[in-house]
């Protein structure tokens, strides 16, 4: 598909497939309604999981959200990137877009096709993860393209999406800034920035255990999941050593340096990155997770990584979610 296939049909309240730098996104016009209702359908989406609003600068942000000091602050060192604002919205934003609430997730991507494209529309375009709700994400266009089947819209390849995950949500309506989805921008380099401690409150759940009304997407606490029954374990150690494990299993493993057994040696291998390396693992994640579901087997392995902070707790945030079961 083409650029100008893609251009008009932004233009003219309908969808289509673009990449950034995180994951491949479905996008429209921010202020279409019959636009943003279409990516809805389309990916099966609830409407009470609001979208996120890409624009090209924190100038940008200012025509549909109310900015200020904090958020100049962070899109001077982390826009364009992998940084979403959580701000009030301004009145001419749909309510589709925001679930109804009063606040719109806005960002930066510094994926140089969806940049232009913005340049070329000068609209502000709202763009979840192209797959259907609740699935894998998709870091590569022919992944994307194949969750829509016949129904796939026009799409731009823009090869390798270059970090692998979705971007670290921040809330800048309460007092104290809030991460609400963990991401590549991490706790300690926000809070470096602005001089200040500031929250992390990652649940799909409030104080009484209700499903509360979510002001970023990603807090589902089903999300990202496989077709294939995904088995999540503490420890690497922990997974190598269950009892779990039976004859045609997958298992999903950090890097390619790791002594096997024999007996490990008999199912079927994946290495999330050559020598362990996050930035790799974070970039391999959804490719590897979407190879191993085409296999079609019974289960996939997969142990959580020892990180308590960094770009790792995105991943584990991102299989926390994904898993059937938790071992």
């Known amino acids: 598909m083409s650029f100008d296939a893609c251009v008009h049909a932004l233009c003219n309240n309908n969808i289509c497939i673009l990449p950034t730098e995180t994951v491949y996104g479905l996008a429209c016009s921010a202020l279409s309604v019959q636009a943003v209702k279409r990516v809805y359908k389309l990916k099966g989406r609830p409407s009470s999981n609001p979208l996120i609003v890409h624009v090209l600068d924190h100038h940008s942000a200012s025509d549909i959200s109310s900015t200020n000091n904090l958020s100049q602050k962070l899109a001077d060192n982390f826009w364009p990137g992998p940084l979403t604002l959580i701000l009030p919205k301004k009145k001419w934003i749909p309510s589709e877009i925001t679930a109804g609430l009063n606040s719109v997730a806005v960002r930066s991507p510094s994926h140089p096709v969806f940049r232009k494209v913005l340049k070329h529309v000068n609209l502000p375009l709202a763009a979840p993860s192209a797959n259907p709700s609740n699935m894998l994400s998709h870091t590569n266009c022919q992944n994307a393209v194949s969750a829509f089947g016949r129904n796939c819209p026009p799409f731009i390849d823009g090869g390798q999406c270059n970090i692998g995950i979705e971007s670290t949500v921040l809330d800048l309506t309460s007092s104290c800034p809030n991460i609400l989805r963990l991401g590549p921008i991490t706790k300690d380099a926000i809070e470096n920035v602005l001089g200040t ?84 693992i974070t970039r391999n994640l959804f ?41």
Not at 247 to 274: E, M, R, V
Not at 299 to 321: C, K, Q
């Open 197 to 280: 401690k500031i929250k992390t409150q990652n649940s799909a759940k409030n104080q009484v255990g209700q499903t509360r009304l979510h002001k970023s997407p990603g807090q589902n606490e089903r999300h990202y999941s496989t077709r294939t029954n995904l088995h999540l374990y503490s420890t690497l150690k922990q997974m190598l050593n269950s009892d779990e494990l039976q004859k045609g299993d997958i298992l999903l493993l950090p890097h390619a340096n790791l002594n096997l057994t024999t007996t490990h040696n008999k199912f079927s291998h994946f290495y999330l990155s050559s020598t362990g390396d996050p930035l790799e």
């Open 287 to 327: 490719n590897i997770l979407n190879d191993a579901d085409e296999l079609k087997k019974e289960r996939i392995h997969i142990s959580l990584f020892p990180s308590n902070d960094g770009i790792l707790s995105a991943v584990n945030d991102r299989l926390s979610r994904a898993a059937t079961l938790k071992f």
